[in-house]
């Protein structure tokens, strides 16, 4: 009963301090005991799935307004599947043929500026289906008339992604995407994958709405779709006869899911929000000491109620690159993982939401251990004097130069997915 296997002492040796939010690639999320109790009472017993099923749909329904829902592998699969019903309907031996090779293809709406990659892509989702996604827009205008003019009698659903991944500003607003794509009978599916509110999307009309049970729930690796119950219900047909058999959810996860909703409903957020922000300040106040740096708290922009740190580098004090120091924490030990998708443009963030007891302080010191490299790295001749932030510097006929290293179509990546492919499993 309490012999410990080798993976438990591994996974402690191995495990890092995450700074970058909830990620997949590093494990989503923490799950808390209370979740965790739930899913160990579901191991050792049988369970008919239809009935657990049947309670997660009231539970979510319950929680997001939605008249019923479903637990998926992932929000992933979730889009599958929740695509998969919007072309099938209740055809059960049109699932059965799912993917359907139709000439021509059936075709998935989305905004060009929503066709995004959260590690996977979202586009991937439609054709994993046999539709096509058609682009709306350009990746930084949207307008009205463009989606209106591209629903033809080939649509059968839209995506609608709401997430920091995408485009923030230049889109259409939900509002108007819903009521269009409404207007002509489309359904409206989104990827809320990673945004607290479980209503909004439902509130405003959303056929499918679906979110991570492993991100800011807490909960173990799933997806949660809620919406109609027509559409749900041949989603979750897919997941058990259909196309999502490949990728289905099991008891444990499903009942890890439930739990998380209810602890969710139960929860002090403000209290927990608050324990975060003090977490952040603290970081905060240490980062401020350390010569070199740039500090600014910095709003989620989707939405959700988290205040992360915007860390640069004061180009006048270091000529170190941000990359440079994301990579620096990554080799602390234990690692110390940053939010790092906008290191081409001069920062990186840190999100307090993933720390457990004494992290911010394994945080604070892996900082202070670079300061002496900060300011090793001098800035590259020039007096910076009296000419503001910049980019840029001079060559030695006072022309203007951009500085490759801090410019986002000059900065070269340290690392890419396909290096990372070959080298593995070597690390
Ligand atoms: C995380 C994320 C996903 C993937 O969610 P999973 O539940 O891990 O499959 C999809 N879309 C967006 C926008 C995300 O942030």
Redesign the pocket.
């Known amino acids: 009963m309490n012999v410990k296997l080798p993976i438990q002492e591994w996974i402690i040796q191995n495990k890092l301090v995450n700074v970058s939010g909830?990620?997949?690639a590093l494990g989503?999320s923490l799950v808390p005991k209370e979740i965790a109790a739930a899913i160990e009472d579901s191991l050792d017993i049988f369970i008919d799935i239809n009935a657990l099923q049947a309670e997660a749909s009231r539970v979510i329904a319950e929680m997001t307004g939605a008249e019923a829902g479903c637990i998926s592998?992932?929000?992933?699969?979730?889009?599958c599947i929740g695509l998969a019903a919007a072309i099938t309907g209740d055809n059960l031996l049109a699932a059965e043929k799912m993917p359907i090779a139709k000439s021509p293809l059936d075709e998935v709406v989305l905004l060009r500026g929503h066709n995004?990659s959260?590690?996977?892509q979202?586009e991937q989702h439609i054709r994993m289906v046999g539709a096509e996604p058609v682009e709306i827009g350009t990746v930084n205008l949207v307008e009205p008339y463009q989606l209106r003019n591209a629903i033809n009698e080939r649509t059968v659903a839209s995506l609608w992604?709401?997430?920091?991944?995408?485009v923030q500003s230049g889109m259409l607003d939900f509002g108007t995407f819903v009521e269009i794509c409404h207007e002509r009978k489309v359904p409206v599916i989104v990827?809320?994958?990673?945004e607290y509110d479980l209503k909004i999307f439902i509130e405003r009309g959303a056929d499918i709405a679906?979110?991570?049970?492993?991100?800011f729930l807490s909960g173990p690796?799933?997806?949660i779709l809620a919406g109609k119950l027509p559409i749900i219900r041949s989603a979750y047909y897919h997941q058990t006869c259909g196309i999502g058999r490949s990728m289905k959810v099991g008891k444990e996860s499903i009942v890890g899911a439930i739990a998380a909703l209810q602890r969710w409903k139960t929860m002090d957020h403000k209290k927990l929000h608050q324990l975060e922000y003090a977490r952040l300040k603290t970081i905060h106040s240490a980062l401020n000491e350390i010569r070199g740096l740039v500090v600014q708290e910095n709003p989620d922009p989707t939405g959700n109620p988290i205040t992360r740190l915007k860390v640069s580098i004061d180009p006048k004090i270091s000529s170190m690159s941000i990359a440079k120091l994301s990579e620096f924490m990554k080799e602390g030990k234990p690692s110390v993982i940053v939010r790092d998708h906008h290191v081409d443009i001069g920062y990186f963030e840190i999100d307090p939401c993933n720390l457990n007891e004494g992290d911010a302080e394994i945080v604070v010191s892996r900082f202070r251990e670079v300061q002496d490299e900060l300011l090793k790295q001098i800035p590259v001749s020039q007096d910076q004097e009296g000419l503001g932030p910049r980019f840029s510097c001079y060559n030695q006929d006072g022309i203007p130069s951009v500085d490759p290293d801090k410019v986002p179509w000059t900065f070269k990546k340290g690392r890419d997915r396909e290096s990372v492919f070959r080298k593995w499993p070597k690390f």
């Open positions: 909830t990620m997949t989503a592998a992932s929000t992933a699969s979730g889009m995004v959260y590690g996977g979202v992604v709401t997430s920091h991944h995408t990827d809320a994958a990673s679906i979110y991570s049970g492993h991100k690796t799933t997806g």
